[in-house]
């Protein structure tokens, strides 16, 4: 019963360092999702996938790519890391429509960007 | 465009106390509206959920009911626990078939014994 699965769970980088977070799920969930949680700020949507091949923008996606070449799969890339992106990050599936709304989350990541 | 807006945290209470939560809404038609759950060192979990006006949610000792006259889905329960110590967040998804939760910033609760 893994559920959403996020690797690595810490990692910490220098500025305009790269790296890939790895979200899986084993559910066949459609939808996944990129979320940064941040003290204060809640949950912002940073990309999401509503299926095999296909992403969109959330509402803060400048500095990070995504791709989901595989339904269970969901890669979330930073290519030059900034302090900014100092965050927890959070995988999350779901059935699609109408079911949308019961999101699985992963246990985080924790970034640190020196 | 949609938001949630909760009450400031952190919340202290002690245990068997009465609890409320906050969380009001701006969103055009009719949303569907959820509270989740997060306990340390984990991701969120769904807590309860309200799909319609008047709906109520409940889980584990926790309601709330969905005010489509006040914009509100406040969360309560009658007596926590020490167990119940967490983030809660508030969320909502739009109407229409929106395909993604935009969530409240959480509010920390702490209860003591």
Known sequence: NAGVTQTPKFRVLKTGQSMTLLCAQDMNHEYMYWYRQDPGMGLRLIHYSVGEGTTAKGEVPDGYNVSRLKKQNFLLGLESAAPSQTSVYFCASSYGLPWANVLTFGAGSRLTVL | ?113
Request: hydrophobic share 35%; with cysteine.
């Open chain 2, 1 to 113: 465009g949609d938001s949630v807006t909760q009450m400031e945290g952190p919340v202290t209470l002690s245990e068997e106390a009465f609890l409320t939560i906050n969380c009001t809404y701006t969103a055009t038609g009719y949303p569907s509206l959820f509270w989740y759950v997060q306990y340390p060192g984990e991701g969120l979990q769904l807590l309860l959920k309200a799909t319609k006006a008047d709906d109520k949610g409940s889980n584990k000792g926790f309601e709330a009911t969905y005010r489509k006259e006040t914009t509100s889905f406040h969360l309560e329960k009658g007596s926590v626990q020490v167990s119940d110590s967490a983030v809660y967040f508030c969320a909502l998804r739009g109407a229409q078939g929106a395909q993604k939760l935009v969530f409240g910033q959480g509010t920390r609760l702490t209860i003591n014994p």
